[in-house]
């Protein structure tokens, strides 16, 4: 269990449990969070773990009795964090709250709807439909079997280009209907909820794709969907063949079960780094053709790197990120959305992105969950990923 109340104006606190019961379970951690934020949120996130099973939903539908806050999400996932902690496993929750003075806090839940046109997102509140708050960005959770989320963040990028988008997907369920989405006293178990925020208070963001770059940038120069034929003019598995020749031995280990292959977010820069590229996983290669095959779209002229993962450089990535974040104004609150192939799948001890976010960030009032997709921001340009960690950092604008 964990509460941190924070500076300034703001203020912040995160409460978990592990008590096998829920209902006190959800007690617990919501009175010590009211406890540490002084009485009174204006923004509340609630989590429970897979762990607690059927008595999930009726106990998120009564939420809004325990936890008096006009903005109140919840959703399941099948693991949590809260502080330092992630509970990966087994009953656990998390009640996370924000006061935030002269925030501009709009809930929603959406439903994609299919029409002759091809689907519709419906249930904005008619408030964001007149305007959007100053500097408005969004925290979504959605349902993966139920909402098409790369398609709401293209509706939004054309609507609200500047907002950025950070969450993630619902992981508790294994099957359509197995996940418990909640705003208010509302809960559902299809579509997306979430709040706009803006005004007096900012996300920002943080996204972590745990990976880092080898060889250098190349340029597409033939292409078809999701093959890349040839890179800089010659076959694609040729250049990736003279990539791996100067590697060391670890590094090819890494090639051999580890490839990715990132396109850079924005062409228009004169060079190219570590966290410049969205990653997306090599799942295959043709050697008659030279064809390498990833899971995107690949464009004609745009500019790639191959990439590797493993623990070290996941560690790495996400530990510089937070140290560029703890530079600027100094954070008290986190929302972190983290892949459920990190944690113990990837990493050799317990607690690992938890953890790092308190010893960069901390103490901080930090909750999340593992997710089954994380959305967040690669430049200016949010998307969908896997295997990262997509943390929102909220505070005073």
Not at 381 to 397: D, E, K, Q
Request: net charge negative.
């Amino acid at each position: 269990m964990s509460a941190t109340p924070s500076t300034a104006a703001c203020a912040f606190a995160a409460v978990g449990s592990t008590a096998p019961r829920l209902a006190e379970a959800l007690a617990a951690a919501a009175a010590g969070a009211l406890d540490g934020i002084g009485g009174h949120a204006d923004l509340a996130v609630v989590l429970i773990s897979a762990g607690h099973g059927e008595a999930i939903r009726p106990a998120l539908e009564g939420l809004s009795a325990v936890l008096p806050v006009e903005a109140l999400l919840g959703a399941t996932a099948e693991g949590i964090l809260v502080g330092g902690t992630e509970h990966e496993s087994g009953p656990a929750v998390a009640v996370w709250l924000a006061r935030l003075p002269g925030a501009e806090i709009v809930p929603f839940a959406l439903a994609h709807e299919r029409t002759p046109d091809g689907g519709t997102f419906v249930g904005w509140p008619v408030v964001l439909e007149q305007a959007w708050p100053e500097g408005a960005g969004v925290l979504l959770v959605a349902d993966p079997f139920s909402f098409p989320v790369e398609s709401f963040i293209a509706r939004l990028a054309d609507d609200q280009p500047a907002a950025p988008i950070v969450g993630g997907m619902a992981s508790a369920g294994r099957r359509p209907g197995g996940n418990v989405l909640l705003v208010g006293g509302q809960s559902f178990d299809r579509g997306a909820v979430g709040v706009v925020i803006g005004g007096g208070a900012r996300i920002r963001p943080v996204v972590s794709q745990g990976c880092r770059p080898i060889g250098r940038p190349l340029v597409v120069t033939r292409c078809e969907e999701n093959l890349v034929l040839e890179l800089g003019g010659r076959p694609a598995l040729e250049r990736l063949r003279e990539i791996y020749a100067t590697l060391d031995d670890a590094d090819r280990a890494l090639v051999r079960g580890s490839l990715h292959l990132g396109r850079v977010a924005s062409e228009y820069q004169d060079s190219f780094a570590q966290g410049d590229f969205l990653v997306r996983n090599v799942v295959g290669a043709d050697a008659d053709s030279g064809a390498i095959a990833i899971g995107d779209v690949v464009r004609l002229g745009q500019t790639v790197q191959f990439h590797v993962r493993d623990a070290a450089s996941a560690h790495a990535d996400l530990g510089s990120l937070l140290d560029r974040a703890a530079a600027t104004p100094r954070p008290a609150g986190a929302l972190v959305f983290t892949c459920n192939g990190r944690g113990s799948r990837l990493f050799p001890r317990p607690d690992h992105d938890a953890a790092l976010v308190q010893e960069k960030l901390g103490p901080i009032a930090a909750a999340g969950f593992f997710a089954q997709g994380e959305i967040g921001p690669i430049g200016q340009r949010n998307c969908l990923h896997g295997f990262t960690a997509s943390i929102a950092l909220v505070g005073p604008a």
